[in-house]
């Protein structure tokens, strides 16, 4: 189907990207990771010296350069705990929302993962995911990313921050993060990538014959 719009959402390490990635390699569509713009404004923020809890200090930081989106630093988990202060934000959301509502109005359909694609980016997207996982397996999974990396953490502390980024992102009152009423559930707790990536096309093709 030409023009199918896939909307992934899902809690930090839920493979929501490595799911949104796949499928977007399996369709032939393009891929938008709403959490880097998120990030991106997060990394701004950090590197010009403003306050991420203070709206207006955040809302500057929204104009950001497109080439800071491939800087590497975005990745971190310092950046992604800050995006996630910035992103309550009202005037945040209002500031990326146009770029990623055109995404995903793209005639020729597209792939968005992040927090709520299915609930207001995309709600009308032909099939919706949301992805899951404890947050023990979620809090490995990153502790296995950062021992790759060469950082050190316990797995304590990225449980807590895990958990923390959780709260954060589902309580806040601008599109929090929930899964949307039509949104079919996936838990990757005990999936390995192949699994979960077979399970997410057989959920899409399920909803596009539905
Ligand atoms: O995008 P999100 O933060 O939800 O997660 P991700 O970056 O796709 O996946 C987080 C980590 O878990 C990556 O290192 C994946 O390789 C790994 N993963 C896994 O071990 N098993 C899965 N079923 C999915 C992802
Ligand atoms: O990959 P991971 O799940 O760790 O994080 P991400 O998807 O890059 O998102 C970083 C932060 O941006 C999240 O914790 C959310 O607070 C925020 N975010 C959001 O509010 N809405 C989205 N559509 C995507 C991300």
């Not at 923020?45 to 104009?63: F, N, S, T, Y």
């Not at 992805?131 to 050190?152: C, D, I």
């Amino acid at each position: 189907m030409s023009g199918m719009i896939i909307a992934v959402d899902g809690p930090a390490a839920s493979g929501k990207g490595t799911i949104a990635r796949a499928l977007a390699r399996h369709y032939g569509l393009p891929h938008l990771d709403t959490g880097l713009l998120y990030r991106a404004v997060a990394a701004t923020v950090l590197r010009d010296g403003l306050d991420p809890a203070v709206e207006a200090d955040a809302a500057a930081a929204c104009a950001f350069n497109d080439g800071l989106l491939a800087d590497p630093w975005l990745r971190t988990d310092d950046v992604g705990k800050i995006a996630s202060v910035v992103s309550a934000h009202p005037q945040v959301r209002a500031a990326l929302l146009e770029r990623q509502k055109r995404f995903a109005g793209q005639p020729g359909g597209a792939v968005l993962d992040g927090r709520d694609i299915g609930t207001v980016i995309a709600p009308d997207a032909d099939a919706k995911l949301f992805v899951q996982a404890t947050p023990e397996v979620r809090a490995e999974r990153r502790h296995l990313e950062l021992q790759k990396a060469g950082l050190t953490a316990s797995l304590e502390k990225v449980l807590a921050d895990i958990r923390a980024r959780d709260e954060r992102d589902s309580q806040r009152a601008d599109a929090p993060m929930v899964a949307a009423a039509d949104a079919a559930l996936l838990d990757t707790s005990v999936l390995s990538i192949e699994a979960a990536v077979q399970k997410a096309i057989e959920l899409v093709e399920a909803r596009r014959n539905a």
